[in-house]
Nanobody, 119 residues
Framework: QVQLVESGGGLVQAGGSLRLSCVAS????????MGWYRQAPGNERELVASITSGGSTYYTDYVKGRFTISRDDAKNTVYLQMNSLKPEDTAVYYC?????????????WGQGTQVTVSS
């Protein structure tokens, strides 16, 4: 059974930093494309950053230069370093793992971790 467990969220003042962690069990993250999504109240879940199994990264425009996604395969963990946080970054952040293998698509989600940025 695959599980993704996020941690590292919390309350921080604007301009501060947080590092989110996503630990995977039941699978090997280096085989997956990993992503961090977020969902603010009343909004749809949106992609924030992703890293492919090959190590290529993607960032949505409003976090470029502030957030960094990374992966530690030895720890089976994906991180999201968030700097220069803004109140509009407030949301529940979710970890996602995707893999296409033998004509099947695998898609896993964590339970989310709350990030609140005060002004």
């Amino acid at each position: 059974q695959v599980q993704l467990v996020e941690s590292g969220g919390g309350l921080v003042q604007a301009g501060g930093s947080l590092r989110l962690s996503c630990v995977a069990s039941g699978t090997i993250i280096r085989l997956h494309d990993m992503g961090w999504y977020r969902q603010a109240p009343g909004n749809e879940r949106e992609l924030v950053a992703s890293i492919t199994s090959g190590g290529s990264t993607y960032y949505t425009d409003y976090v470029k230069g502030r957030f960094t996604i990374s992966r530690d395969d030895a720890k089976n963990t994906v991180y999201l370093q968030m700097n220069s946080l803004k109140p509009e970054d407030t949301a529940v952040y979710y970890c996602n793992a995707r893999r296409a293998y033998r004509a099947l698509n695998y898609n896993y989600w964590g339970q989310g971790t709350q990030v609140t940025v005060s002004s």
